[in-house]
């Protein structure tokens, strides 16, 4: 899930990483795009962030990385697009489409890098206790402060005194869910947020993943899905080295480290929306009578591992260990989070699985313990008490969800006033279809949905976000932030 901001590091290993991962914390470039036109910018600036911003004694600081887009900016009360980071490194701000956005509303674009990922790591080992820090509800903080620091920062570049421009917060996956939270816990400080594929509502046993897998792959493709794991269930039990060597992933000792790369193959290309990719010779193999393993190693090889780029290692548990912060540090510290805070547990359902039963309750546990150690689990409760779940108490925040996406569960689906929803839904709509077009992998430059099987279902729910940033910046403007009555308030100027 890995969901969603920053990109460019490898896949982190297993269920909601690999959403989250790629979603948020890789460019998803191919390799013509992989030039000027895919950031906005990649210029780095700093600033001295809390280290935790719960501790009345604790006045320790780390440095934390941030990029600024000007290009647009409509000096001096042009609105200010937060583009949070999520939980990878962030290599500059990504051009999708926000930057549309921007042009259209003279924004300046800022993006600030998640806490310990990329090169904003307060230690220089991330053992189990150094990870103490590291939390969603300190991330929140982190933007809370950035923005303040951010809005003097600015005026002082342009020789400004007392300004406050209207703001507004983007996200997508976890990051999405940061965007909303961020909302929720901060309305004085932005006047409204976009929660694209926002993951808000944190789930123990994640069995809608699969189910979802099993929908979006149709009746003809999720039987041969689910024959495939049929059989490799058995080779495994015979032949257990040469069924791994057949997939590239000789490596992995762990059976159901095995299992679960060959769940998450499958499940990315509804995700990010290539599911012909994967379906079609399927289909066509299993017509045609030819075997079947061979032909979905082949995908795995030459497509998950190959060109979309997800890495074996990141499926190794071994490799989670390693505290030493580094290129692929993001692997370990978001299934930190994982296992204290969202959990996501993509295990099997009990009926019409598509992945292997194998991949259970147990198995996520085991893996939280073999990682981090005794006493280490998550507390899915205790977050959604906190930021409410589906049941967001909040307002001015826009969910968006791509049809074909297995994370959609995990967001708010249900529209209100105050917090609409929209669901894209098209035949390659998945994660964050609203910003990244179709496929949501590798990156349409500023968005683009031409390739989407219904770009006028992608535009209908680009002109809603297009309407509530506007009608929600012009009260913002009026009003202020945090005031969800505007006619009840009255500003000097007025």
């Not at 590291?134 to 809370?144: I, R, T, Y």
């Not at 989670?320 to 989070?337: H, Y």
């Not at 969202?342 to 893996?367: C, E, M, W």
């Not at 006033?417 to 035949?427: G, M, Q, R, V």
């Amino acid at each position: 899930m890995g969901i969603f901001s920053g990109f460019g590091y490898p896949l982190a290993h297993l269920l909601l990483f690999l959403s989250f991962f790629l979603a948020e914390s890789r460019d998803f470039l191919s390799d013509q795009h992989r030039g000027n036109n895919a950031y906005l910018t990649r210029d780095e600036h700093w600033f001295n962030q809390t280290l935790d911003h719960f501790s009345p004694t604790d006045h320790r600081k780390f440095r934390q990385r941030f990029y600024e887009f000007l290009d647009y900016y409509q000096v001096p009360k042009g609105p200010i697009f937060l583009k949070i980071c999520g939980e990878s490194a962030c290599n500059g701000i990504v051009n999708d489409y926000i930057s549309v956005l921007a042009k259209k509303f003279g924004a300046a674009i800022v993006s600030l890098e998640h806490r310990y990922y990329g090169k904003s790591s307060p230690f220089k080992q991330l053992t189990t206790n150094n990870l103490r820090f590291l939390s969603s509800k300190q991330a929140l903080f982190d933007l809370a402060v950035f923005r303040q620091y951010y809005q003097e920062y600015l005026n002082a570049k342009y020789n400004i005194s007392e300004t406050e421009n209207p703001w507004f917060v983007f996200g997508v996956s976890y990051s999405g869910a940061l965007s909303a939270w961020f909302r929720l816990k901060f309305p004085h400080l932005t006047c409204g947020s976009l929660a694209s594929s926002g993951v808000v509502l944190a789930i123990y046993n994640f069995k809608e993943f699969d189910q979802q897998v099993g929908d979006s792959a149709g009746a003809e493709c999720k039987a041969v899905l689910q024959e495939i794991t049929n059989l490799v269930d058995e080779k495994l039990q015979s032949d257990g080295k040469s069924v791994k060597k057949l997939f590239g992933a000789a490596k992995l000792q762990n059976d159901n480290d095995f299992l679960y790369l060959l769940a998450d193959a499958a499940a990315i290309a509804f995700q990010y929306g290539n599911p012909d990719v994967l379906c079609s010779p399927l289909v066509d193999a299993k017509k045609n009578g030819s075997n079947l393993l061979e032909v979905y190693a082949n995908y795995v090889r030459n497509y998950y591992l190959g060109k979309f780029g997800a890495s074996l290692e990141s499926y190794d548990q071994q490799h989670l260990k390693n505290i030493t912060p580094g290129e692929n540090s993001a692997d370990r510290l978001w299934w930190f989070q994982v296992c204290t805070e969202v959990a996501y547990f993509q295990v099997a359902p009990k009926n019409g699985t598509v992945r292997s039963p194998n991949i259970d309750t147990r198995y996520h546990l085991d893996l939280c313990k073999n990682i981090f150690g005794e006493g280490v689990y998550p507390d899915v409760e205790m977050t959604n008490i906190y930021y409410g779940g589906t049941r967001i108490a909040g307002s001015k925040i826009v969910f968006t969800n791509g049809s074909q996406d297995p994370w959609r569960h995990a967001s708010k689906q249900k529209s209100s006033e105050d917090l609409p929803s929209y669901l894209i839904k098209c035949h390659n709509c998945g994660h964050g279809s609203d910003l990244r077009g179709c496929p949501q992998s590798p990156l349409n430059i500023e968005g683009n949905a031409e390739k989407c099987t219904s770009p006028e279902a992608v535009q209908k729910v680009r002109q809603q976000i297009i309407q509530h940033i506007d009608l929600w910046l012009s009260q913002c403007q009026a009003t202020g932030p945090g005031d969800d009555e505007p006619a009840l308030r009255m500003t000097a100027s007025s």
